[in-house]
């Protein structure tokens, strides 16, 4: 039988468990001694009672407030006023000690246990056991599945849906050959256009492994899917990478052609504490409708309905804002290429995003080639 216990060491709390990860909720009683500050700015949600999600806000640095629970991922706090909230551990100043030797096992009347959520993001590698034959791959390209429910997330948005069966999505993975897991390589996650896509945009394999970046693209993700559905899927993609390869959390990319770059636009807004990056072909929206400079009425008459706006909240467009770089790439036989060089310059340029345009002499409505993308992969880990 799987037990969990805690230690209590001046004033601190250490979650105890074998086999497998457990969260154990504390009575307030337990918890009452152990003070919890936050070091750094990250998403604090407010908690109901029967710890629905009810509000998200950014966590102001420094605030103390008195531990409740924790999973070693995120912990759950009260305020002085009875308020409870939850945040990852570590935008705080607690940090779970390891296990000793004398355990102290909490009533069972004051504690439920349940399985743990994904564990936290870090640079560790964790490589999957072959199980189906289409699990994840140390090297080379295939269709996947992961198992099991979709993994929590911290910053939920209104805009994503977040509940799937992971047993029914599947996922086309390249891992290039130079990946070994011991070091933390990037992320790309790909939204398509097209309910299949099995392969690379032409071109990108080569810089792919040279800038040391993973890339996976979920399918039956394409245009005639929701958006929460393409987005969500999207969400899962990088939680479940981070979960079996070596992935620095500072260098996931969100990218995709046409109407999946256009999906990619949108988990910036929406996600902007998974995706640091945008790498957007022939496609973007803005939050807000901007001025038409260079659309023409033979582009609105060719192309009618609108385009271009992406809902999002005031919090998550102030956010995309401070930690998102978007890059933009459009070609002079694009069908897009007035309403995107609007979309920037009346929008993310006039705004002063983090952003950049690309427009490549004689490119159609396609994914970019190799050179532009080593551009945007330049621009968004070397500009300030």
């Known amino acids: 039988m799987i037990k969990s216990g805690f230690v209590f060491s001046r004033g601190r709390v250490a979650l105890t468990t074998l086999g497998i990860f457990l969260i154990t909720w504390l009575g307030r009683a337990d918890a009452a001694s152990v003070t919890v500050t936050v070091t750094q700015r990250a998403p604090l949600e407010a908690v109901s009672s029967s710890g629905d999600v009810t509000g998200v806000s950014e966590a102001t640095v420094g605030t103390h407030y008195t531990l409740v629970s924790t ?27 390891p296990p000793a030797a004398s355990v102290i096992s909490p009533p069972a009347t004051n504690s439920v246990t349940q399985a743990s959520p994904t564990p936290a993001i870090t640079n560790s590698t964790l490589t999957p056991e072959p199980v189906t034959g289409n699990e994840p791959v140390m090297s080379g390209s295939r269709t996947i599945q992961f198992s099991g429910a979709s993994p929590p997330v911290l910053k939920r948005s209104r805009f994503i849906r977040y509940d799937f069966d992971l047993n029914q999505e599947h996922f086309w993975l390249n891992v290039p050959s130079a990946y070994d897991g011991h070091e933390p390589w990037g992320l790309v996650v790909y939204i398509s256009p097209e309910a299949k896509t099995e392969e690379l945009p032409e071109g990108w394999d080569q ?48 990218s995709g052609f046409s109407g999946g770059a256009r999906q990619a636009g949108r988990l910036a807004f929406h996600q902007s504490d998974i995706f640091r990056a945008t790498i957007q072909c022939c496609g973007s929206d803005f939050y807000k409708p901007v001025p038409r400079a260079s659309v023409t009425d033979a582009d609105r008459q060719a192309h009618p309905g609108d385009y271009g706006l992406v809902d999002a ?50 490119m159609g409505h396609q994914p970019c080639p190799a050179h532009e993308l080593r551009d945007a992969l330049n621009f968004i880990e070397n500009s300030p």
């Not at 899917?225 to 899927?233: D, F, I, K, V």
């Not at 002079?332 to 995107?340: A, K, L, P, V």
């Open 207 to 254: 810089v792919l492994n040279d800038d040391k970046l993973l890339f996976i693209c979920p399918q039956d993700a394409g245009n005639d899917q929701p958006n929460s559905r393409r987005e969500g899927l999207g969400v899962v993609a990088a939680q479940e990478m981070m979960k079996f390869y070596s992935i620095d959390p500072n260098r996931v990319y969100a």
């Open 313 to 362: 909240d005031a919090m998550e467009v102030e956010n995309a804002k401070k930690q998102v770089k978007f890059v933009l790439i459009t070609g002079t036989e694009d069908f897009r290429q007035h309403y995107i060089e609007d979309i920037y310059n009346g929008g993310f340029k006039a705004e002063d995003f983090s952003a950049t345009l690309i427009s490549v002499s004689g």
């Open 71 to 97: 999973d070693g991922q995120h912990v759950d706090l009260q305020d002085a006023q009875g308020a409870k909230y939850r945040i990852a551990v570590s935008a705080t100043d607690y940090t779970p000690t």
